[in-house]
Nanobody
């Protein structure tokens, strides 16, 4: 059974940084097919960042380009999201997700497994 466990959320002031982690366990899930999404209160879940093409490339939402970086530790089957220069509009629950196919990277419906989410709050 696949499990995704996130950690690293918290409260930070605008301009600050946080690093989220997501550890995957179970068969059939690779860090190269994992992603981060987020959902703000009252809004739909939105794509943040992922790997594609077997982990050789990354994709970011326009709203986080240049500020967020996704990375992974292959040996630990863990992905990270380094978030710098955080803004109040980054406040959301951040979810780790994993898919079994290497396409449709930005669509939540293409992901088979989800973590429980971790809250990130950015104060102004």
């Amino acid at each position: 059974q696949v499990q995704l466990v996130e950690s690293g959320g918290g409260l930070v002031q605008a301009g600050g940084s946080l690093r989220l982690s997501c550890a995957a366990s179970g068969r059939g899930v690779s860090s190269s097919a994992m992603a981060w999404f987020r959902q703000a209160l009252g809004k739909e879940r939105e794509f943040v960042a992922t790997f594609r093409w077997g982990g050789s490339s990354t994709v970011y939402a326009d709203s986080v380009k240049g500020r967020f970086t996704i990375s992974r530790d292959i040996a630990k089957n863990t992905v990270y999201l380094q978030m710098n220069n955080l803004k109040p509009e980054d406040t959301a629950v951040y979810f780790c997700a994993a898919r079994t196919k290497d396409y449709g990277w930005t669509y939540p419906t293409n992901y088979n497994y989800w973590g429980q989410g971790t809250q990130v709050t950015v104060s102004s």
